[in-house]
Nanobody, 120 residues
């Protein structure tokens, strides 16, 4: 079974940076897409971006593009979300997700989440 464990969240001031990690295990991820989602209090879970495990450029939603980047270290089975120039509206619980290329996010595996709080 696939297991995803996020880490790296915390409290940071506006303009600061955090790097979130997602440690993946339980599968060979060559055929997977790794995603980052976030959920703010009272809001639905929001897609942030994704990267193909096998390679290629990451995709980020417009509201974070230029501030956030996604990368992965395949040797360590770890995906990263580098967050720079953080804003209070980035405050949320951030989740790592993994899905087969042949399936949608509704069939994804999920981590437990890591909390990011950006203070003003």
């Amino acid at each position: 079974q696939v297991r995803l464990v996020e880490s790296g969240g915390g409290l940071v001031q506006t303009g600061g940076s955090l790097r979130l990690s997602c440690a993946a295990s339980g599968a060979t991820f060559n055929n997977y897409i790794m995603g980052w989602f976030r959920q703010a209090p009272g809001d639905d879970r929001e897609f942030v971006g994704h990267i193909f495990w096998s390679g290629g450029s990451p995709y980020l939603i417009e509201s974070v593009e230029g501030r956030f980047t996604i990368s992965r270290d395949t040797a360590k089975n770890t995906v990263f979300l580098q967050m720079n120039s953080l804003k209070p509206e980035d405050t949320a619980v951030y989740y790592c997700a993994a899905r087969l290329m042949t399936r949608g996010w509704d069939a994804a595996y999920w981590g437990q989440g890591t909390r990011v709080t950006v203070s003003s």
